[in-house]
């Protein structure tokens, strides 16, 4: 998986977005889940519509599983071709998908479970940067500012100064520098916020 990863920095500019879009994808499988158990014959189509677009994202992002999920999705359309030239029964179908279900989903776990590492170990040691240079007095904010502005400045900073120098090389050892800011943002952000009131 950490090859996968390191793939991925090379095509992706967002750890974040990808993980964001997993999730979102992620979803779907819990209202599949729903569909097989209400012996809906609409799960067939829906997972395979759903392992299709997880797999173009595995694809697109150079993560290795994407021929895991187009292996399901060949097991689907198996399971709809006719057996002496009967129509396979829905039951069989709904079967089929149902076996298939558990095993997309733990896939989908195990690529995403690496980006969340990354992303929640590097929001930690953004959270301690920005703590650290409000104790330190180094963060000035002031509503004339432009925030995105102000965010570059603070991670030049952070890029700069020897005492966040070593933890923000960390930072960008686990995701994107545009990850980056966009999680010193909403640390920013969070904290404006909570100083208001």
Same mark, same amino acid.
């Given at each position: 998986m950490?090859k996968?990863l390191?793939?991925?920095?090379q095509v992706?500019?967002?750890?974040?977005?990808?993980?964001?879009?997993l999730n979102?994808?992620?979803?779907g499988f819990?209202? =599949?889940?729903?569909l097989?158990e209400?012996?809906?014959?609409?799960a =067939?189509d829906s997972?395979?519509?759903?392992? @299709?677009d997880?797999?173009?994202?595995?694809?697109?992002?150079?993560?290795?599983?994407?021929?895991?999920?187009?292996s399901?999705r060949?097991e689907?359309?198996?399971?709809?071709?006719?057996?002496?030239r009967?129509?396979?029964?829905?039951?069989?179908?709904?079967? %089929?998908?149902?076996?298939i279900?558990p095993?997309?989903?733990?896939t989908?776990n195990?690529v995403? @479970?690496?980006?969340?590492?990354?992303?929640?170990e590097?929001?930690?040691? =953004?959270?301690?940067?920005?703590?650290?240079a409000?104790?330190?007095?180094?963060?000035? !904010?002031?509503?004339?500012?432009?925030f995105?502005?102000?965010?570059h400045?603070? !991670?030049?900073?952070?890029?700069?100064?020897?005492?966040? @120098?070593?933890q %923000?090389n960390?930072v960008?050892?686990? =995701?994107?520098?545009?990850?980056?800011?966009?999680?010193?943002?909403r640390?920013?952000?969070?904290?404006?916020i909570?100083?208001?009131?």
């Amino acid at each position: 998986m950490e090859k996968t990863l390191k793939a991925m920095a090379q095509v992706t500019s967002s750890f974040i977005n990808i993980h964001e879009k997993l999730n979102r994808l992620r979803l779907g499988f819990k209202k =599949i889940k729903l569909l097989i158990e209400n012996q809906d014959i609409n799960a =067939i189509d829906s997972l395979y519509l759903l392992l @299709k677009d997880v797999e173009d994202t595995f694809r697109k992002n150079q993560i290795n599983e994407y021929d895991q999920l187009a292996s399901y999705r060949s097991e689907i359309l198996a399971s709809q071709i006719a057996y002496d030239r009967k129509v396979p029964l829905k039951t069989d179908q709904l079967e %089929t998908v149902s076996n298939i279900l558990p095993s997309a989903t733990q896939t989908l776990n195990n690529v995403m @479970k690496p980006l969340e590492d990354r992303i929640q170990e590097s929001q930690i040691i =953004i959270k301690m940067l920005v703590n650290k240079a409000y104790d330190s007095n180094m963060i000035q !904010w002031n509503d004339g500012l432009n925030f995105p502005d102000f965010i570059h400045a603070l !991670w030049r900073l952070f890029l700069k100064h020897d005492s966040f @120098k070593e933890q %923000t090389n960390m930072v960008l050892d686990r =995701i994107t520098e545009t990850d980056a800011l966009q999680l010193l943002a909403r640390e920013v952000n969070q904290i404006q916020i909570s100083k208001q009131y």
